[in-house]
């Protein structure tokens, strides 16, 4: 009578394989899952910076000649941002509160917006 049953090193050729495949299969998925976090932070920057130049077109009388500062939530408050949502950084899911930095840039007659951490000069 012949046994139908699978044989250990059957059993352990399956395992070694699936093995490989988990080893060539994580790092990728992980690193795309990095690589779209990154993305949507820069996105969620983007957004901010996008408000503080509404703001800024609005209130252009009250930017400085030098550097100023923006608070996310003075943009939420002014309804540049929606109120009732959190901008959130997806890389540490925790809440973005910093400010966007307005620079007076005289070789271009513009202003430059970018975001930042800390805020120094408030602009309001």
Known sequence: MKNKAFTLIELLAVIVILG???????????????????????????????????????????????????KVDFLK??????????VIDPTTNEKMDGCVRITYDSSNNQYKYEYVETCETECN
């Open 20 to 70: 490989i495949l988990a080893a060539i299969a994580v790092p990728t998925i992980v690193g795309l899952i990095n690589n779209s976090k990154e993305d949507t932070l820069e996105e969620q920057k983007n957004t901010l910076i996008n408000a503080a130049e509404r703001w800024g077109t609005d209130n252009w009388r009250k930017l400085p000649e030098t550097a100023c500062d923006v």
């Open 77 to 86: 408050t002014e309804g540049y941002l929606e109120s009732d949502k959190d």
